[in-house]
Each structure stands twice: as C-alpha cells, then as structure tokens.
C-alpha cells in the first residue's frame, strides 16, 4: 500500500505561484497514475490535474490549464504540481491521489489512495 505524503502550501497573494509536491513511502510512483484534487470550504472535492504512469497522457480541470502544471519525476519518486497566476478562487486544501486504473482518472472516487492534504490559501 502507498503512502503519500503532500508539501509545498502556504499562505500566497493573487497572482503569485506555489509548488505542491507529494512524495510516496512503500511503493514506487510510477505504478500509480496520480491525480492532484482540492476542495474548499462547502464544497465538494474537485478534480485539478492527472498524470498516468508514464507521464505520457496529462489532464487538466478546465479552471487551471494554462496556468497549473502536473509533472512527476519516478527516479526521485515524487509529482509535483506548479501553480501559477494563482486566483482567490484556488484556495483550498489540496490532495495528491493515487491509482492503478490502466488509464488516467479524473473521477476522484475511482482513486484508492490518498495524502493528508496541504492548504493553499490565495489572498486578494
């Protein structure tokens, strides 16, 4: 079973960047297509960006593209999400998701695994 562990939030003004990291202990990463999700205060969990284990296929949520990008770099056994020209609107605690599915979800049910979730807070 994978452990996945979030870093990277923080406190961060409009239009700034933030990186987001999710590191694995106890299995290797690059068995899982991972996913990065958020959810806000009131509202339900919502995709932002997958990547499957190749890092060959990518999706973004249509709120993020252009301005997110998902990455994951196996040999160091992490995935990391760069945000940029972050809104207000981003604020969230924000997840990183594991899955074994041969293709890329973007439906946080279908993920099995799960971090503990690092806070992003973009003030106006």
């Known amino acids: 079973q994978v452990q996945l562990v979030e870093s990277g939030g923080g406190l961060v003004q409009a239009g700034g960047s933030l990186r987001l990291s999710c590191a694995a202990n106890?299995?290797?990463?690059?068995?899982?297509?991972m996913g990065w999700f958020r959810q806000a205060p009131g509202k339900e969990r919502e995709f932002v960006a997958a990547i499957s284990k190749s890092g060959g296929s990518i999706y973004y949520a249509d709120s993020v593209k252009g301005r997110f990008t998902i990455f994951r770099d196996n040999a160091k056994n992490t995935v990391s999400l760069q945000m940029n020209s972050l809104k207000p609107e981003d604020t969230a605690v924000y997840y990183c998701?594991?899955?074994?599915?041969?293709?890329?979800?973007?439906?946080?049910?279908?993920?099995?695994?799960w971090g503990q979730g690092t806070q992003v807070t973009v003030s106006s």
């Open positions: 998701a594991a899955d074994v599915a041969v293709l890329v979800q973007t439906i946080a049910g279908r993920y099995a695994y």
């Open positions: 106890g299995r290797a990463l690059s068995s899982y297509n």
